[in-house]
């Protein structure tokens, strides 16, 4: 890549593209920003946002009505003198990869992604680049996930014999994303759900935005046979099934020690992230002739060289670096 070009991005306490001065999924308020899904830690209460209509609704949701530009899925958009483009990543409702383009370069960054398909969100779509800058939480050979069905079935397994036994299978899981994934996926298998207040409230901005999520209610403190309980992570119960069994929906639960950890009965690896083999699979389709890992352990990046790629780790405290 000639090095006499102006950079395509810098970091600045989190990734900035230098020509449009458009800060990426940042924390703290900033003038201009793409939000790449409305998961909390990648929101801030930016006084102009660029994300997808159904990531703007969910933004809406947490943080209130703010200025914000619908950047449809594959609808390019010339701003701030590049061009801006939204791919599905899989992750959640609206969930996003941005490919911004220079004329010259193109960057990819994925934001969370998984490869596997979603019950209620768009599957991934990556477009090659460049420049890829992708977020590699489990980025080590342990967090090699099961196949998505094997996990689903072990959930399905796991409720059915719990209701069979007539206790309540509480289902602890992520309030925006895994927890309506969940309840999409017990609805289809004919399994009706009750979620807690916080949870129920995010369903209903799925709702909006055309997501089926089948036969599911408010719970409002008592719950009858048949019937699952999801609840966020943690939450306590006013009124608590007198009998219940708790599971943990998470990729974390590759480790044994997961269920101790969370205090559930039982752990599934159930993720919306891209596990480890997802994530090297993700940068020999994005085929960029440099990688920068973030959110992820160092050794991806020399698992990333070995593939016979350029990759550096990006998001150090101190890294003040122009690329």
Same mark, same amino acid.
């Not at 703007?56 to 200025?67: N, S, V």
């Not at 599957?123 to 069905?149: H, K, M, N, Q, W």
């Not at 019937?227 to 009124?239: E, K, M, Q, T, Y």
């Not at 993700?282 to 060289?305: D, K, M």
């Given at each position: 890549?000639?090095?006499?070009?102006?950079?395509?991005?810098?970091? !600045?306490?989190?990734?900035?593209?230098?020509?449009?001065?458009?800060?990426?999924?940042?924390?703290?308020?900033?003038?201009?920003?793409? /939000?790449?899904?409305?998961?909390?830690?990648?929101?801030?209460?930016?006084?102009?946002?660029?994300?997808?209509?159904?990531?703007?609704?969910?933004?809406?949701?947490?943080?209130?009505?703010?200025?914000?530009?619908?950047?449809?899925?594959?609808?390019?958009?010339?701003?701030?003198?590049?061009?801006?483009?939204?791919?599905?990543?899989?992750?959640?409702?609206?969930?996003?990869?941005?490919?911004?383009?220079?004329? #010259?370069?193109?960057?990819?960054?994925?934001?969370?992604?998984?490869?596997?398909?979603?019950?209620?969100? !768009?599957?991934?779509?990556?477009?090659?680049?460049?420049?890829?800058?992708?977020?590699?939480?489990?980025?080590? &050979?342990?967090?090699?996930?099961?196949?998505?069905?094997? +996990? /689903?079935? #072990?959930?399905?397994?796991?409720?059915?014999?719990?209701?069979?036994?007539?206790?309540? $299978?509480?289902?602890?899981?992520?309030?925006?994303?895994?927890?309506?994934?969940?309840?999409?996926?017990?609805? +289809?298998?004919? /399994? &009706?759900?009750? #979620?807690? $207040?916080?949870?129920?409230?995010?369903?209903?901005?799925?709702?909006?935005?055309?997501?089926?999520?089948?036969?599911?209610?408010?719970?409002?403190?008592? /719950?009858?046979?048949?019937?699952?309980?999801?609840?966020?992570?943690?939450?306590?119960?006013?009124?608590? $099934?007198?009998?219940?069994?708790?599971? +943990?929906?998470?990729?974390?639960?590759?480790?044994?020690?997961?269920?101790?950890?969370?205090?559930?009965?039982?752990?599934?690896?159930?993720?919306?992230?891209?596990?480890?083999?997802?994530?090297?699979?993700?940068?020999?389709?994005?085929?960029? #002739?440099?990688?920068?890992?973030?959110?992820?352990?160092?050794?991806?990046?020399?698992?990333?060289?070995?593939?016979?790629?350029?990759?550096?780790?990006?998001?150090?405290?101190?890294?003040?670096?122009?690329?």
């Amino acid at each position: 890549m000639p090095h006499h070009l102006p950079p395509l991005f810098h970091w !600045e306490g989190g990734l900035k593209l230098t020509k449009a001065d458009l800060a990426v999924d940042f924390r703290r308020r900033q003038p201009r920003a793409f /939000i790449s899904h409305a998961h909390s830690d990648h929101l801030a209460r930016h006084a102009y946002a660029l994300a997808t209509p159904e990531t703007i609704a969910l933004y809406h949701f947490r943080l209130g009505t703010r200025p914000a530009l619908p950047v449809p899925y594959r609808q390019p958009l010339e701003w701030g003198g590049l061009r801006l483009t939204t791919f599905p990543a899989g992750h959640c409702l609206g969930s996003a990869m941005l490919k911004a383009e220079d004329g #010259q370069r193109s960057l990819l960054y994925t934001g969370d992604f998984k490869l596997d398909e979603s019950a209620t969100a !768009e599957r991934a779509e990556l477009p090659t680049a460049d420049v890829l800058v992708i977020e590699s939480t489990y980025g080590t &050979p342990a967090y090699r996930l099961p196949p998505r069905e094997a +996990a /689903i079935e #072990q959930l399905l397994t796991l409720v059915r014999q719990t209701l069979a036994e007539g206790a309540v $299978p509480v289902i602890q899981a992520y309030v925006l994303g895994k927890s309506q994934e969940v309840t999409k996926i017990l609805t +289809a298998a004919g /399994i &009706p759900v009750m #979620q807690h $207040p916080k949870v129920f409230e995010v369903s209903r901005v799925y709702q909006r935005c055309g997501v089926d999520l089948g036969r599911c209610e408010l719970f409002r403190g008592e /719950i009858e046979a048949g019937w699952a309980l999801i609840v966020p992570p943690g939450a306590g119960l006013s009124d608590e $099934p007198a009998r219940q069994v708790r599971i +943990a929906v998470t990729g974390w639960a590759v480790d044994p020690r997961t269920k101790y950890r969370f205090g559930v009965d039982h752990a599934i690896p159930l993720s919306d992230h891209a596990d480890y083999d997802q994530l090297l699979r993700a940068v020999e389709i994005v085929h960029p #002739q440099v990688v920068y890992c973030t959110h992820g352990p160092e050794s991806f990046v020399e698992r990333v060289r070995d593939l016979g790629f350029e990759a550096h780790p990006l998001g150090r405290p101190s890294q003040r670096r122009l690329f």
